[in-house]
Nanobody
Framework: QVVLVESGGGLVQAGGSLRLSCAAS????????MGWFRQTPGSEREFVAA????????GYADSVKGRFTISRDNTKKTVYLQMNSLKPEDTAVYYC?????????????????WGKGTLVTVSS
């Protein structure tokens, strides 16, 4: 069992930055690929970024590539999402995700555990 708790969401102006954190419980954090998804009302939850077990490889959605950076600290059992050059279209609830599947771009159905989400609002 893994419990994921996100933090760091909030209101920011376009062009600004935020860093999301996701703290995990349990002793098996380092055995999960970790990722971030986001969702807006009426839309499906979409992939944003993912990172391998030791952080050596990352993957991103085209819409955030070059602006967002995912990282993890296995000693702190935490995964981060640094978001720069934010745009109004980045406004969404951001969810932390843990997966046993060894894919750098997991689908919704390949996620084993979800956090409850944190709201990011980017004003224009």
């Amino acid at each position: 069992q893994v419990v994921l708790v996100e933090s760091g969401g909030g209101l920011v102006q376009a062009g600004g930055s935020l860093r999301l954190s996701c703290a995990a419980s349990g002793r098996t954090f380092s055995t999960y690929y970790m990722g971030w998804f986001r969702q807006t009302p009426g839309s499906e939850r979409e992939f944003v970024a993912a990172i391998t077990l030791n952080g050596g490889t990352t993957g991103y959605a085209d819409s955030v590539k070059g602006r967002f950076t995912i990282s993890r600290d296995n000693t702190k059992k935490t995964v981060y999402l640094q978001m720069n050059s934010l745009k109004p279209e980045d406004t969404a609830v951001y969810y932390c995700a843990a997966s046993r599947r060894t894919t750098i771009r997991p689908s919704y159905n390949e996620i084993d555990y979800w956090g409850k989400g944190t709201l990011v609002t980017v004003s224009s």
